[in-house]
Each structure stands twice: as structure tokens, then as C-alpha cells.
């Protein structure tokens, strides 16, 4: 088995007699414009013609690419998870590829000798995340989580693909995964989180934002630290962590709470050599393998040289243009018309989660004041001042994008929108509201 590393998350699988591509990310501007690659990648030196499958874990772009996939051959069969929404199947159909949905940790065999099982991050429990996105009913069938993993069985080797998937939803399946391949040879595994924090915070002082970005980085470490010890694979290499901010926000980029993947890597042998747990870390350059047969790299890791990178940033991911940018900019009056349609189906999901509490969302409007949601009855209003607001998130975006997203995810969604650092935010109390984040996804017409 061999596993070639070709952007953040994209690799492929070489077995003795199939090719598998997974989660296709490769030209820069995912999310609206925002995430790009560096090193830059060289399309010129992906050549997909050999993949026989490609499996995709989930519909953040910066794991399911459709520029990407214009280089795949569309009589490729797509492996997904069947999830109980149909959004990453139908938006991999309207491509033009044909869709193979696995059911929960049902192996499929690829060819003679190997096999791929795919799992959702909560194992098809909704109980394990249900109460938080408000989506425990009877008519549930398959999981409601974004994410999946995938295991890769060659008859002789056993990799496990974790993706994005949170521990603490993953536990469970993680455990399960492990008690059906006790002994696993390759693991990757994520050790970031994309979020706002702290990049992303209106009124942090310095001390904050690098109190938040070591908070963030040790989150992410500790993600994949507990991931390996439960798989306790032979080798893992890290993935899924080496993005920049490209655009109007590059400057975000000087807060990013992303370790060097070296780095990352050497506070994980601590940790794990602390509790007499062996395993070989595996770093790769971008179109470099590692060959689990011979335990051999195809060249020695050069580490990203921090200089380039923030030159690269200055001279040329800073021009880069975001999609909604060629937007004709909305009025104050046009988004409050949005608001007001939208608040139909924030109500509903509103009463599914059962949240009401005196606190307000607060949005900035081109005419300098602010649109505001009351959690507590509902009610949509303006204001000017937010000294007046004891509990309060405010979120304060390019009024092209706000239109987008008040139209609905066909347009933009505001987890991506968050993910890819596209917006300014604060909040009273200081402190991360889960339920507040889940609901404003509803936030549309």
C-alpha cells in the first residue's frame, strides 16, 4: 500500500490493484475565495487518469472541490457515506459522476483484494450529536453528521482515513474501528480546527488573540492526540491543516492557531512517548509517498519556510478576488426585507431546539447601524448602540456576502462563511455558544 500526499487533505491509495483519490482539494478559493494552497500547487503535475475510485468524506470544500473534480474522468465512481441528508450526493451528481453510497461500516469491495468501509463521525447515533443540531425524530435514517471516515483494507495493510471528524463525536466510532482492525498500520489524522477563533475577534488586545490562538492550537493537538491513541496505528501522518487565507482577509493569516506540522508532530511523540506508546510519524511534501511495505519515504520532508509564505501571502494571495466580490452591494432596506423572510425558518429551528434567552444576534448594516434578532421572542428590530445590549454575538460581514447567505446555501451557509474567515465577530459574555453557532445556520429564506 502506498499513500501520496497531494494537497491539505487530498491523497491517494495505491493497493496492489486499485487507485483511490480521496477528498479532492487542489485549486485554490475554497470558501467563497478565501482558503488557498502553499505551497501552490501545480496542477499540471495531478495526473487522475489511473484512479478507480474517489472517495469524498464530506461537503466542506476544502475536502469535496468541483474545479478539482473537472480532473477526474466522470465515469469514476464517488464513494459517500449514505447520509440521511442528500446534499453532498446531489451536489457530486449535478457534476455529471455517478454516486455510490456505503451504508455505516459496510465494507464494499474495490477489487480482489481490497475493500473500503465507510463510517460516520457519530457512528449513525444521532444521540451523540442529535441534541445539539435538533435533529432526534423518528424519521432519521442514517447520520446527521457532516463528517465520515474511511477504513482501506488491501488484505495485508489496514489504513484508517479520520478526515475531519471531531473526537469527541468520533469516540465511539473510533473505539469500534479499533476493535475490528486491532492493528492498523496507517492512520491520518487531523490536528487543527478551522474556526473564527481568534483570528476572527473584533476587540481582542493582543494578549487575547495569542492567549485564544495557543487555546485553538492546543484544541487541535489534542483532537489528534487522543484520535492515535485510541487507533494506536504503526505510522500516522497529520493532514488537513496547511491553508492560508487568501483575499481582502490575508492579514487573518498572522493569527491563524495553526502549529507547523512539524511542530505539531513533536508535541505528539511527547505526549505519547510520556505514555509508552510507540508510533513512527510519516511527514510528506506535497507529491511524495510512503510505501507501507518497504517503511520507506519517497524523499526526505522539507519543512515550509515561513518567509515564503508570508512573502507569497503579501504579493499574491492578497489579490485574490472572493466570489462575491462582482456583487452588486445590497442596502440597508434590501437586507432587512432578507431578514425578515428568513426569520421564518430561524423560528422553526428556534422552537426545535428549543433556545430562547434574552440575547441578541446582531449584524452590521451598510448604513452603520445594526440589524437585531432577539432570542428571546424572536423579534427583529435595528439598533445603533450596543452598549445597551447586555448579551449579545455580533457578526459583521461584507453586506454582498450577508445577501448571499440570507438567501440561502445555494448562495453561501454560514458555517462556511465562518470556516473560511470571511467576517468579523464578537460576543458579551466572552464566551463560545454552541447552540448559538447551530442556530444561525437556519438563518435564511
Not at 476544502?62 to 453532498?88: A, C, E, G
Not at 451598510?366 to 454575538?393: G, I, Q, R
Request: charged fraction near 25%; proline fraction near 5%.
Amino acid at each position: 500500500m502506498e499513500i501520496t500526499k497531494l494537497g491539505s487533505a487530498t491523497i491517494t491509495v495505491k493497493t496492489r490493484d486499485v487507485k483511490i483519490l480521496c477528498d479532492p482539494w487542489l485549486t485554490d478559493g475554497a470558501y467563497y475565495g478565501s482558503w488557498c494552497n502553499f505551497p501552490p500547487i501545480n496542477l499540471n503535475d495531478c495526473n487522475f487518469d489511473d484512479i478507480d475510485y474517489v472517495y469524498i468524506s464530506h461537503i466542506h470544500p476544502d475536502h469535496f472541490d468541483p474545479k478539482t473534480m473537472d480532473l477526474v474522468d466522470r465515469s469514476t465512481p464517488i464513494l459517500i457515506h449514505r447520509y440521511h441528508q442528500k446534499f453532498l450526493k446531489l451536489n457530486i451528481e449535478r457534476l455529471g459522476f455517478n454516486v455510490i453510497e456505503l451504508e455505516n461500516g459496510t465494507p464494499m469491495p474495490l477489487s480482489n483484494s481490497t475493500k473500503l468501509s465507510i463510517y460516520a463521525a457519530d457512528d449513525c447515533d444521532p444521540s451523540v450529536c442529535g441534541h445539539m443540531f435538533g435533529c432526534i425524530t423518528a424519521e432519521i435514517k442514517g447520520s446527521m453528521q457532516l463528517d465520515s471516515l474511511c477504513v482501506i483494507d488491501d488484505g495485508t495493510h489496514i489504513l484508517v482515513n479520520t478526515n475531519d471528524c471531531p473526537f469527541g463525536i468520533a469516540k465511539n466510532t473510533l473505539k469500534r474501528i479499533k476493535k475490528t482492525y486491532p492493528k492498523i498500520d496507517f492512520a491520518l489524522v487531523g490536528y487543527t480546527s478551522a474556526s473564527l477563533f481568534p483570528h476572527c475577534m473584533i476587540d481582542y488586545s493582543d494578549e487575547q488573540i495569542i492567549e485564544g490562538i495557543q487555546l485553538a492550537k492546543h484544541n487541535g493537538l489534542l483532537t489528534g492526540l487522543n484520535t492515535l491513541k485510541v487507533l494506536q496505528p504503526s505510522f500516522y501522518m497529520l493532514f488537513a491543516g496547511t491553508y492560508i487565507i487568501g483575499g481582502s482577509e490575508y492579514k487573518k493569516n498572522k493569527n491563524l492557531p495553526q502549529p507547523e506540522i512539524q511542530d505539531a508532530v513533536s508535541f505528539l511523540q511527547a505526549k505519547l512517548y510520556s505514555e509508552n506508546i510507540d508510533l513512527k510519524p510519516v511527514l510528506l511534501n506535497y507529491n511524495e509517498h510512503f510505501d507501507l511495505e518497504t517503511k520507506r519515504q519517497s524523499a526526505e520532508y522539507i519543512p515550509v519556510d515561513p518567509e515564503e509564505r508570508d512573502k507569497y501571502i503579501s504579493e499574491e494571495a492578497s489579490k485574490f478576488i472572493y466570489d462575491f466580490e462582482k456583487d452588486t452591494p445590497p442596502d440597508s432596506e434590501e437586507l432587512m426585507s432578507l431578514f425578515e423572510s428568513s426569520l421564518v425558518r430561524f423560528k422553526r429551528k428556534q422552537a426545535e431546539l428549543n433556545f430562547y434567552e434574552d440575547m441578541y444576534l446582531l449584524f452590521d448594516l451598510p448604513c452603520k447601524n445594526f440589524a437585531s434578532v432577539n432570542l428571546l421572542d424572536s423579534s427583529l428590530s435595528t439598533t445603533e448602540d450596543l452598549k445597551e445590549k447586555a448579551k449579545y454575538h455580533r457578526f459583521q460581514l461584507d453586506p454582498r456576502l450577508l445577501k448571499r447567505v440570507l438567501m440561502g446555501p445555494r448562495f453561501a451557509n454560514w458555517n462556511n462563511i465562518e470556516i473560511g474567515a470571511l467576517l468579523n465577530f464578537s460576543r458579551k459574555p466572552d464566551v463560545y455558544r454552541m447552540d448559538v453557532h447551530t442556530l444561525i445556520n437556519a438563518l435564511h429564506v
